[in-house]
Each structure stands twice: as structure tokens, then as C-alpha cells.
């Protein structure tokens, strides 16, 4: 089975500043995927970014990047120079890369709030 | 290049009733996946499709179906709704391995 945990229900981050959004995963696949979407008010979820458990490099998006320690079975979110734009909801989601396991497991979410 | 679309947007049903929920994939995609977000909860995976067949099914009673067509568009139905099958109703097309979300159909049910 697979479980994602994120810990923070809220952040609140001033405009401009570095936020890290934190998410530990489990499962006993070898071979998985780790996603990262923002949810705004209209509900839509947008992708944001993409780590493959055997990638070599912290997966980097425009101003997201991805932390990933693989031991530790974190996958943090981090984002430079917090806009306005960015207050919305944000999941963490696994998934395993075995062929037909194609569902997306989502943590709880952290609701991020940038303030001016 | 038009992404994931999904009808209605919002619906409102009372408790007994059915309902079919509609989601039209990405250019290209040929695999629809539904998911259920109840209010402050992160998405729940419903079942996927794949060649018009559901290739893969979360924890949902059987009331919660599904059809793929052939141009890959799919539909989500729901009989003998409860109260708790409030919630949005996220579809998701992929092709191999990203999955795009469309805006998602809120249903109420009374």
C-alpha cells in the first residue's frame, strides 16, 4: 500500500520569501513516482512538478524545485520568491511505476497563504 | 490545444437519485482516471479506464460505475446517492505517465 503525509494543514509566508512545503511518502513498490499539484479555489488541479525514485537530481520547475531524500522518504516542495498568485491548496501524490498501478495516492494537502 | 473538460460543472441531487458525470481527455490521451475530493480532503482514486475498459478501482462501492468510449471520452455514474457522495469529482487523462486534471463537476446531493 501506499500512503502520502503531509503535516501541515497551514502555512502563512510573506510575499517574496522561500516557502518549503513538506511531504513524506510510504510504499513498498521499488520503483515510483512523486507529483506535486496546486489546487486553487476553482478546483482544478494543476501540475506542478515530477520526481522519479531513480532519478539522480532534484526534479526543478521555474521556481519549484523538489527536495527529495529518498532514505528519508521525504518530497518537499519548495518555492522561491512566494507571489500572491501562489495561496491556493497543494497536494503531494504518489504513484507506482509497475505497469497498470496507474492510480495517484494524495496526502491531505497544506493550505499556503502568501501574504503581502 | 483544449485540455481536460468536464459537465456539468455543478449539479445538486437529493439522496436515492442517480447521476452521470461526463469528462472529455486531453488531445491524444487515451486513459481516464476519476477521483473523488470530499470537502478538505486530498482526491481519492474511484477507477481508471483504459480502452474502454476499467483497468483499475479504488475502495467504491459498486454504486460508483464507469464507461469509456471509443474516442476515449468517459462517463462516471452514480446510483442511490448518499449525502456523503458530496464532493468534486476530479477526472484526470494521462498518456503513459502525467495526469492532467480537468476543472471537476461539484455535486451536491440533499
Known amino acids: 500500500a501506499q500512503k502520502i503525509t503531509q503535516t501541515q494543514p497551514g502555512m502563512f509566508v510573506q510575499e517574496k520569501e522561500a516557502v518549503t512545503l513538506d511531504c513524506t511518502y510510504d510504499t513498498s513498490d521499488p520503483s515510483y513516482g512523486l507529483f506535486w499539484y496546486k489546487q486553487p479555489s476553482s478546483g482544478e488541479m494543476i501540475f506542478l512538478i515530477y520526481?522519479?525514485?531513480?532519478?539522480?537530481q532534484n526534479a526543478t520547475e521555474g521556481r519549484y524545485s523538489l527536495n527529495f531524500q529518498k532514505a528519508r522518504k521525504s518530497a518537499n516542495l519548495v518555492i522561491s520568491a512566494s507571489q500572491l498568485g501562489d495561496s491556493a491548496m497543494y497536494f503531494c501524490a504518489m504513484r507506482g511505476l509497475i505497469q497498470g498501478a496507474q492510480k495517484l495516492v494524495f496526502g491531505q494537502g497544506t493550505r499556503l497563504t502568501i501574504n503581502p | 490545444d483544449a485540455g481536460v473538460t468536464q459537465s456539468p460543472t455543478h449539479l445538486i441531487k437529493t439522496r436515492g437519485q442517480q447521476v452521470t458525470l461526463r469528462c472529455s481527455p486531453k488531445?491524444?490521451?487515451?486513459?481516464v482516471s476519476w477521483y473523488q475530493q470530499a470537502l478538505g480532503q486530498g482526491p481519492q482514486f474511484i477507477f481508471q479506464y483504459y480502452e474502454e475498459e476499467e483497468r483499475q478501482r479504488g475502495n467504491f462501492p459498486d454504486r460508483f460505475s464507469g464507461h469509456q468510449f471509443p474516442n476515449y471520452s468517459s462517463e462516471l455514474n452514480v446510483n442511490a446517492l448518499l449525502l456523503g457522495d458530496s464532493a468534486l469529482y476530479l477526472c484526470?487523462?494521462?498518456?503513459?505517465?502525467?495526469?492532467?486534471f480537468g476543472p471537476g463537476t461539484r455535486l451536491t446531493v440533499l
Open positions: 484526470a487523462s494521462s498518456y503513459l505517465l502525467e495526469q492532467f
Open positions: 488531445s491524444g490521451h487515451d486513459t
Open positions: 520526481q522519479g525514485s531513480y532519478d539522480q
